[in-house]
């Protein structure tokens, strides 16, 4: 199997890294750069939770090889933002959006990335842009309703 | 965990031909990668060599032309489709079928000429691209060809590819002026998932009257019904000619019963999504 020799950006951080071919950029993050916010579940583009954002746009990084990302950037939920809480993660704890909490990272991701491009989105658009997620515990009332909430507040 | 494979990333559809024609039997495209991987991971397939075509600048293209139509490249992914205002307003089937398609996510990677390739019976652009009377254009190391989309799909997860070929884009004519056309999906949830059945239609009213109608999940490939354009010749009123289309696609298409449902369901929803296709398209009540 080849190996190749990548260099990409992942929350503004520069990583230069060997990489073998079958690598998904989900498994680069969680078991070489040991980022473990992004989670690992079904792997075939199902669920949505290895959700990041690559060059900024929501993908699902178990359907990436890693050696796609060369040269690009990466931003996970540990980049998401500053020193502070965004106004996603913030209307999250107010609205009680977090059940088990294991979807969380990539609905945040998502939403961020949403909300950039979109600061003011109908109820439609946010269900489109999360609708490649999957909530376990279904409370995705309240996840709909942070999301609006914090593109008021944005 | 994945099977094992060397990555390979041609620049030019020179290398890519080459490379081709050295490792056709051992080696699979990739351009989103979204079916490959998966498949992959199920080792379903275990290619020697997976070879991306995302690094040829051409295959990237998504170019309109007035004379030519819409010529969309291999390595277009959904989401530059949908973002095209032109496919919005001329090939609306398209644009619907490729809003269809998965989720919004998995969009940014899967391209249309990855959905043919893969050669699905249930692949939502492929009946767009039947009613719309797409053609394929593919190149390897032998030369250029074009064939049309009713040919491309040959059985289940088989294609019209020769060895050593790839699908270099993928070209849509101007449909004629006034034709409307769209796509409906039934699935089981509104989220992602295959398609129970899905309908595509395209209607002309000005001048001879044109009905196209191609379906998916209800054949071994996706099926072009053009006994539909014959219950739209005769007399009638608009609601008889709809009914008579419908008994058409219900008449053509041979479903199975499989997870998603049975095929009398998948039958009767045939029925039901040809009648509220084109009672939309055409305005009839």
Known sequence: MSKHKIALKVNGQRYEVEVEANKTLLRLLRDDLEMTGTKCACERGDCGLCTVLLDGVPTKSCMVLAVEVDGHEVTTVEGISGEELNAVQKAFIKHGAVQCGFCTPAFIVAATALLKRNPRPTEGEVKEAIGGILCRCTGYRQIIDAILDASKSA | ??????????????????????????????????????????????????????????????????????????????????????????????????????????????????????????????????????????????????????????????????????????????????????????????????????????????????????????????ILVPEAQKAFEGGGSAGEKIEKAAAAVVGKICPISDVRCCKEYRSHMAGVLTRRILKQLTGAS
């Open chain 2, 1 to 222: 965990m994945m099977v094992k494979f060397d990555y390979l990333k041609p620049r030019t559809e020179k290398e890519l031909t080459t490379l081709l024609a050295k490792h056709a039997d051992e080696a699979k495209l990739m351009a989103g990668g979204t079916d490959l991987l998966v498949l992959m991971r199920d080792k379903i397939l275990k290619p020697r060599y997976v070879i991306d075509i995302k690094g040829i600048p051409e295959l990237r293209k998504l170019e309109y032309s007035e004379q030519h139509g819409l010529r969309i490249g291999a390595a277009v992914t959904l989401n530059e489709i949908l973002a095209s205002k032109i496919v919005h307003e001329k090939f609306t089937a398209l644009w619907e079928a490729a809003g269809a398609l998965a989720d919004v996510t998995i969009r940014n990677r899967a391209t249309l000429a990855g959905n043919i390739c893969n050669a699905s019976p249930a692949s939502d652009t492929a009946p767009a691209l039947l009613v719309l009377g797409a053609d394929v254009e593919l190149k390897s190391e032998r030369g250029e060809r074009k064939i049309p989309i009713l040919a491309f799909f040959r059985g289940v997860k088989k294609t019209a590819l020769e060895r050593g070929e790839f699908v270099r884009a993928i070209l849509v004519p101007n449909p004629p002026s006034g034709a409307k056309g769209g796509y409906l999906k039934w699935g089981r949830t509104k989220g992602e998932d295959l398609a129970v059945v899905g309908v595509a239609a395209q209607v002309t009213n000005s001048g001879k009257p044109t009905v196209r109608i191609a379906l998916s999940s209800v054949a071994p490939t996706p």
